[in-house]
Structures are given as structure tokens and as C-alpha cells.
């Protein structure tokens, strides 16, 4: 299928605009541009729902042929949020990097036109079968997330990027594959999870399924071209879907966008139309609304079908008569078409007829975005601060621009807010505070028209009218969190939010609105048209300029511990200091007191402290010195603030902001206390420096031992600078992310040499081609791991130094451990390296890779693939222990008990 040709002229107005225009202003772009696009998407009824495991299995190249160049209404369904994964670009794991790889997913959907949808499952990390993932995934439940979806977005053609065999590898893919096939057959069986019925969800029976037959180009059914140039864009569909895959970058996924030719190959697995599996993907799928129309009957089905071959009719000239440089020339014929559309939702009764009712909404829709594109009519709507806190008013703007040849009359714009918030229009006579136009806008002035936001205005041809209103949140609003996180999870299952409106969400909609009625006169027509946006802040940075930001609703205050975990060794009863990093999202003061909550028989020192932060921003730490009873045991202990604000007792939260260039800020919270774990462990007092890798927090777990560390910089790399230090740690892919590590590699090694321990974390295939280490290793092709966290170890050089002290390890230190042993094993290494640890997932061949230690001159090298960057942040007792190991050993310490 070919995407109906616009004017070549767009194309010259869009170069490589569209990556830069869709990170700015979210799925906005220049007015043609964008009026090309909806039209593209105006002629038949077509919906895809691409089906697998994680972000970033989705084929961004075919998402993008299909919605950006064929008009068609593409979809793709994660089954987790990637929460498993490793974090190239920050610390977070776990939830905080599931919000993370929700967002980068969001961003690319940007991108590349499709549309986001979400299941429950937790990605619990790396599986290597389909019946481990069961075991943690309820298969019913998760069939029934995608059958919700299937049955809500109603797709034509369904696409598994997995095949649902041992071939996919990774566990999830295989279940992701299974299971899209399962739902082909279940989301148009009324008897299968009828319970989605009552919630509004009616039977759905997709009418093809395709998988992609990756390393089988044998199976291949059909090939999609998807490295056409598009004439909107001047780039291919498949540099745009670069660019949309770009977007995961805590995955380190950035690519160019190369140009040439580029296919993506499906294979049929399943099809209600019958014909040729080498047919093209639509082949057989009714996808006119005409057919739907028919289901209407009646006298009326005469003038039904003519209004919807001349609104066809109209569609297509509007198309042809696009031009970048008179865009208006395309109105009469998108006249022609909103006129028709109306008179078919006329026929087309509400709550009748869903499916036709649904896609002349959704048509009519689109074409007023048209029209207002092609126009030159633009609305903004913007509040002045982007986290809200309960009790806060907020002065909020909606602007709406006239076209150079076009004259608007309007209604005030009705923002609208959640039950129990508040809204009051501001009239022109009340002055309110200058709008931040940044650094240059003493060189420029905004001229607004500020209107009456109770009488109807009208706008002249290039005018700029202006509507204020104080949106003001109430007292006890709560916080908003992501809909995934507000219960507990039930194992690996996030919990289904109330509303079904909800369900399958990637966030929770922008909690307020604005909607503008308009009549647009323009071109000797007149058009009635409706244009309802999320309600956002600008931000404007001297740097970067202006960005978006979406409203959201914090706590007062944040009370983050500096260390959620702390360790602490049994057999010390000296006390240790606890902080809290007290932060404000309110605009104006705050003073309160903190106190600290802590089991029977411990002592705190002071009882209470008091704060005050000054507004929006201001933070304050404040400590407390904690002590354990006598003789106190090991176990685990939790330390909870307690917080009082104006002598009421609030809830005392960590609420952070997750905020990256390439991603909308999200709020997320959890719990203040600080969990303390006792048991026992020593360490050598040893003066420590640490190379920061990527997403990983080592330094903190070093402090927690007692010792102290120094982080080193690209300018430390002089011998006299290391010579300092006992022990270099390496954190987690190193290699990867510190270039100026890779320039001094032979400096560290010459330091070992020296008599220095040098201990390196898991590194991925950089390491093999840069041969860092001083005797070979080599990473295996395809990486070994161990992702069973209960996997059993052996070990089997149980006199090895590392094992020895000054912690002497055994079995039971490799009990409590989450989510996996550890990842990219090597497979190959010198002799001389000493190999004490084995493992294995269940039926798989032992692994001695873990754990690499070798005498190196007068010093010592550890390379460890072992998943500290996890256990240690968990506060695995033993994880720490065989970590106090590692850090302690020396040299001269590891000869003599070799020679033992």
C-alpha cells in the first residue's frame, strides 16, 4: 500500500524538521505537515496491534510505515514495563526504571504515530523458559490484560513479534508469543473473561494474525516496504522509526538514520478471510467505512452511501491540493468533507452502530486538527507551574491564535479539572504576574489581547487572544501516582486500577483540560470546530529553550532517607547517624518537625527536629544518631519518620521526580523508612576509589561497610593520584560509558601491578574487544547468566582467598538473593585466574564465570559478572559479605593464603 501523494512542496518545508518538532511540541507539527498526516489517516477503517514482551521489541520501523505512511491506526502492546532491565542513563531500577522505559516508549509513539498500551505483568528479569515466566506471570491474567486491549482497540490485524517457541530465547518473548495467539481466539469468545463486558468491553475476533519470523526468512508470508521516502517528512519511514528507537536510551539503543531501502518480513499465522498467505497484510479486511454504513439499513442507505463517497471524494482532493506555501487552498474540500462527516453522525445515532459511531468521532475529530492546521488556527493551553500541591492555586492561559487569512469567533475556552477542584475565570482588569519568555524577552513583546472569560470574542485574521483562569487544587487532594503503582503488587502482577477507562494505560491522563469551540472563517467558508488539549506547563531554560512539562499533583513536602538501606554488623552496638532529605514542591514556606520511629528498646538522638523551607525547591537534611540495644540480634529493623506540618500529623513520603531530557517528568513515590539489616561482616580498613559505570550506586554500599570512598574523576589517572588508594572498584559497564577509563586502562593495570586491587564489575561485549583485562577473558557470545535468584552455588574452590577473609563464605551467603545470580558471564579466561564459584539455571550445564581472581605483580585483579549493582542495594547479607571480601584483599594477603 502507498500513502496517497501530497505536494512535493511540503516536502521542501519539512526536511528533518519532524524529530525536532515532535520532541518539542509532543505529536504537533508545522500546520501542512500535520494536515498531510491526519489526511492520510482519513480514508478506511484499518487498526494493527503489534503484541510482545518489553519496550523496545517493537518493530518503531513498521509502527511507523503503518501510522505515519499509511494512515492506519497502529498500536503496540508491552506486556511489562521493562522493570527488569539494566539502567544505562541513572541509578533507577525496578519501578523507577519502569516509569523510565514506559516514558521512552511514550516518546517514540510520538515519533512514530502509533498509539501505547501497557499489561500488568512485572518484568521480573531474565527467563529463560516459558514455564519459569508462568510460574511468576498467572497465565490467565495476562491473557486477559491483552484480550481487554484487543476487545477496547478492536484491531483488524494482529502482529506477535514472537513466535511462542524456544527460538525467542528469553522466556517473556516465548510467553508473549503463546499468548498473542491464545488471544486471537479468546477476545471474540463472549464465554472467555466475560467480567470484561460488564466493564465495557464488547467481543472482538481480530481477522489476521502474523508473527515475525525472525532468523526463518523461509516462513516469511509478505514483506512491508519500510524504507520509502516520505514526501511529508523528506526522510524514509524507516529513518523516522531510527529516530523513534532512539528513544530508549537507557537501553543504549541510539542509531543513525541511515538511508535506503528496508523491509520488515511477516508470516501469516491465522486468518478469518481465507486467500493467500503472500497476500498484502489488508487483503480480505473490509476496511471501507461504506460496509459499516450499511449495517445502518433503512430508507436512508442511499443517501448514507452517497454522503460517504463524496466525503471519500473530498478527502482526496484535500489531499491533492495540499501545498506548504497556501495550505488554505485545501479548505473548501475539507469543508465538503466535515459537512458530509456531520451528516453521517447524524444518521449514525448515538449508542447505536458503536463501531461506525466510533470512527465518524474520531474522523471528526481529526478533520477539525485539519482544518485548524491548514487554517493557521493554533490553541495553547499552559499553566504556570507544572507540580501542584494540595491547596495551591495555579493561574492557567489559553490562547488561541487566527490564522493570517482566517477570522475566529469563540465561546471562552472551558477548562476543565478533576471533582473537587475549582475554576474562576480571571477578567482583563486584574494584572497577574509577566510571563517567562526567558533570557531575550526584554528584546520582544507578546501582544495579547486578554478577553472576558464570560462573553464570546472574536478574533481577527492574525490576532492572538488570551483567556486567564486561577485553577485552584483542594485541601487533601491526593498525590498522583502512576495508576500501576497505587496498590501493592501481587507477586509480578501490578493490580488493575478501578476505572476501567484505566486499564492498559501507560499513565494516568494529564488531570486537566482545555476545550475551544470556534467558528473559523477562512477561504469563503465557515467551520464549525472543536479542539480539546491537555492543559501543560512551558518550561523556558536559557540552554535548551523551551520544553513541556505536564501538571502534577505532589505532597507539601518529600522526606527521602539519604540511604533507604543500611547495613549494619552484629556485634557493633556504636551508633550511626540516619539523615532525611527534607524538599519542598510548595510555592510558599513550610515548617514542621521531624521525628523518628524505631523498634523496642533502640535510642534516637534528638527526639524531634524542626524544619522550615522556604517555597518551591528549598531542601533540608536533618540527622539523627540511632542505637541498637545490647546484644541486639541480627534481622531486619526499619527506621520510619514521622512528620508534623502546622501540629497535624501527615503522611511522611519519598516522592521523586524521574526527569530526563528525552522523557516527560513523572512523579514517583514510595515509602520514607530506612531499612536496617544486621548480620554478620568485617572488612579490612582499606582506602577505596571507584570509576562510576552506568545506573549503578557502589560508592553507597562501600559507605555502609564503614570505609571511605573517593570517586575518581578523568583527571585522575596519574600514578601519584592512584597510589593513594588500596582497592580501584570498576562500577557495572565501566567500559562502555568512561572513555577516559579506556585511555588510562594501562595505567590502572600498571597501578595493580604496583601492588593495588583492582575489582571490576560486569561489563558487556566492549570488554572483549578492548582486551582490558591483564590476562585474557572473554565474554560469551551469547552472554551466560544465571537469572534463577535461588539458582545454587557450589563452591568449588572453597579455599580460594576471596572466599576465605576476612569473611569466610559458605552456602547460606547465596540465600535471599533477587531477581538473578548474575549476567554476561565470560566463558573463556586464562588459567591463571582462580574460579571458586559454579552455578547454574535449572537444567543447564554448571558456570564457573561468576567470580575471576588472579594475582597481577605485587597486586591483585577481580572481575566479578555477579549482580551486586542489585544485591547490594537490596541489602543482601551475603552480597555484602563476599563484597567486604573483595574490597579487602590485597596482594601480599592473597599469596599467603594461597600458599596455605
Not at 298 to 327: F, H, K, M, W
Not at 389 to 401: D, F, M
Not at 691 to 713: C, F, K
Request: hydrophobic share 40%; with cysteine.
Amino acid at each position: 500500500m502507498q500513502p496517497r501523494s501530497m505536494s512535493t512542496a511540503i516536502a521542501v518545508l519539512a526536511g528533518c524538521l519532524f524529530p525536532a518538532f515532535a520532541h518539542a511540541q509532543g505529536s504537533r507539527l508545522p500546520g501542512a505537515i500535520e494536515a498531510g498526516l491526519i489526511l492520510r489517516q482519513l480514508d478506511g477503517v484499518k487498526r494493527v496491534l503489534v503484541v510482545a514482551a518489553h519496550p523496545d521489541d517493537e518493530d518503531t520501523a513498521l509502527l511507523t510505515t503503518l501510522a505515519r505512511g499509511w494512515g492506519v491506526e497502529a498500536a503496540y502492546f508491552s506486556f511489562t514495563r521493562g522493570e527488569g532491565g539494566q539502567n544505562l542513563i541513572g541509578t533507577e531500577l525496578g519501578e523507577g526504571l519502569g516509569i523510565i522505559r514506559s516514558g521512552e516508549l511514550l516518546a517514540a509513539r510520538t515519533i512514530d504515530g502509533a498509539e501505547q498500551f501497557f499489561g500488568r505483568a512485572f518484568d521480573f528479569g531474565y527467563s529463560k523458559t516459558a514455564d519459569e515466566t508462568f510460574s511468576k506471570w498467572p497465565r490467565e491474567r495476562i491473557l486477559s490484560d491483552l484480550v481487554w486491549t484487543i476487545r477496547r482497540f478492536r484491531p483488524h490485524v494482529l502482529i506477535s513479534m514472537w513466535s511462542g517457541t524456544e527460538r525467542d530465547g528469553h522466556g517473556h518473548h516465548q510467553v508473549s508469543g503463546l499468548l498473542t495467539r491464545e488471544a486471537f481466539d479468546a477476545a471474540g469468545d463472549a464465554t472467555r473473561f466475560p467480567e470484561q463486558l460488564a466493564a465495557g468491553a464488547a467481543p472482538w475476533a481480530p481477522l489476521k494474525l502474523y508473527r515475525r519470523p525472525l532468523f526463518e526468512l523461509g516462513a516469511t508470508s509478505i514483506e512491508i516496504e519500510t524504507g520509502m521516502l516520505d514526501p511529508l517528512f523528506g526522510l524514509t519511514h524507516h529513518q523516522v522509526a531510527m529516530d523513534s528507537r532512539s528513544q530508549h536510551r537507557s537501553q543504549d539503543f541510539g542509531t543513525a538514520l541511515p538511508l535506503g531501502p528496508r523491509v520488515t518480513r511477516l508470516s501469516l499465522v491465522s486468518s478469518r478471510v481465507g486467500g493467500s498467505p503472500t497476500e498484502a497484510l489488508f487483503t480480505g479486511v473490509d476496511t471501507t467505512l461504506a460496509t459499516l454504513a450499511a449495517d445502518l439499513g433503512g430508507s436512508a442507505e442511499a443517501d448514507v452511501q452517497a454522503d460517504i463517497r463524496a466525503y471519500r471524494e473530498a478527502i482526496g482532493d484535500a489531499g491533492g491540493s495540499l501545498n506548504a506555501t497556501r495550505p488554505e487552498t485545501a479548505l473548501p474540500f475539507l469543508a465538503e468533507a466535515l459537512r458530509r462527516l456531520e451528516r453521517l453522525r447524524a444518521a449514525a445515532r448515538p449508542g447505536a452502530e458503536s463501531e461506525l459511531r466510533r470512527e465518524l468521532d474520531r474522523r471528526a475529530r481529526l478533520l477539525m486538527r485539519a482544518i485548524a492546521a491548514v487554517a493557521g488556527v493554533r490553541v495553547e493551553l499552559r499553566a504556570r507551574d507544572d507540580v501542584l500541591v494540595p491547596g495551591q492555586t495555579v493561574l492557567v492561559e489559553a490562547r488561541v491564535r487566527s490564522g493570517t487569512d482566517a477570522a475566529v469567533e469563540l465561546d471562552p475556552p472551558a477548562i476543565e479539572v478533576p471533582v473537587g477542584w475549582s475554576v474562576e475565570g480571571i477578567g482583563p482588569d486584574v494584572e497577574t504576574e509577566p510571563d517567562d519568555l526567558g533570557p531575550f524577552a526584554r528584546f520582544f513583546r507578546q501582544e495579547d489581547t486578554v478577553f472576558d472569560p464570560s462573553a464570546r470574542a472574536r478574533l481577527g485574521p492574525g490576532e492572538l487572544g488570551l483567556w486567564r483562569y486561577a485553577v485552584t487544587v483542594p485541601e487533601g487532594a491526593p498525590p498522583v501516582s502512576p495508576w500501576f503503582l497505587e496498590n501493592p503488587r501481587d507477586g509480578d502482577l501490578y493490580d488493575w486500577p478501578a476505572a476501567p477507562e484505566l486499564r492498559a494505560l501507560p499513565f494516568r491522563p494529564p488531570p486537566v483540560h482545555g476545550h475551544v469551540a470556534a467558528v473559523v472563517s477562512a477561504a469563503g467558508e465557515r467551520f464549525d470546530i472543536e479542539v480539546e488539549d491537555p492543559v501543560r506547563y512551558r518550561a523556558v531554560d536559557g540552554v535548551t529553550g523551551e520544553s513541556w512539562r505536564p501538571l502534577q499533583v505532589a505532597p507539601r513536602i518529600s522526606v527521602a532517607p539519604m540511604a533507604p538501606a543500611m547495613i549494619w554488623p552484629v556485634g557493633r552496638s556504636d551508633s550511626r547517624d540516619i539523615a532525611f532529605r527534607i524538599s519542598s514542591f510548595a510555592r510558599d514556606s513550610t515548617a514542621g518537625e521531624i521525628g523518628l520511629d524505631l523498634p523496642t528498646g533502640w535510642r534516637v538522638t534528638p527526639e524531634t527536629t524542626a524544619f522550615e523551607l522556604a517555597g518551591e525547591g528549598a531542601v533540608r537534611t536533618v540527622g539523627f544518631t540511632v542505637e541498637p540495644p545490647e546484644g541486639e540480634a541480627e534481622g531486619e529493623f526499619f527506621a520510619r519518620p514521622r512528620i508534623r506540618i502546622a501540629g497535624a500529623a501527615v503522611p511522611a513520603t519519598r516522592t521523586t521526580m524521574i526527569d530526563y531530557p528525552h522523557l516527560e517528568p513523572r512523579l514517583l513515590s514510595g515509602d520514607a523508612a530506612v531499612r536496617i539489616v544486621r548480620f554478620p561482616v568485617r572488612v579490612a580498613d582499606r582506602r577505596i576509589g571507584y570509576v562510576m559505570g552506568s545506573g549503578d550506586d557502589g560508592p553507597e554500599a562501600i559507605r555502609q561497610l564503614g570505609l571511605d570512598v573517593e570517586l575518581i574523576e578523568p583527571g585522575d589517572w596519574e600514578a601519584e593520584r592512584l597510589d593513594r588508594f588500596d582497592t580501584i572498584v570498576l562500577g557495572i559497564r565501566a567500559y562502555e560509558v568512561r572513555e577516559d577509563l579506556i585511555a588510562a586502562n594501562a595505567e590502572l593495570l600498571a597501578w595493580a601491578e604496583r601492588g593495588g586491587t583492582v575489582v571490576v564489575q560486569y561489563n558487556r561485549y566492549e570488554f572483549n574487544e578492548g582486551a582490558y583485562a591483564p590476562y585474557p577473558i572473554a565474554i560469551g557470545r551469547p552472554a551466560p547468566r544465571v537469572t534463577e535468584e535461588d539458582a545454587s552455588v557450589t563452591l568449588v574452590d572453597p579455599r580460594a582467598p576471596v572466599l576465605a577473609e576476612p569473611n569466610r563464605l559458605g552456602a547460606a551467603d547465596f540465600e535471599g538473593w533477587i531477581q538473578e545470580r548474575g549476567l554476561y558471564f565470560p566463558d573463556q579466561w586464562d588459567e591463571r585466574y582462580r574460579a571458586p564459584l559454579e552455578m547454574a539455571d535449572t537444567g543447564e550445564p554448571p558456570n564457573r564465570g561468576s567470580l575471576l581472581a588472579a594475582p597481577v605483580g605485587r597486586g591483585l585483579y577481580i572481575h566479578t559478572s555477579l549482580s551486586f549493582f542489585r544485591q547490594l542495594r537490596a541489602g543482601v547479607p551475603g552480597a555484602f559479605r563476599l563484597w567486604a571480601n573483595l574490597l579487602s584483599l590485597d596482594g601480599n594477603r592473597w599469596r599467603e593464603i594461597a600458599a596455605q
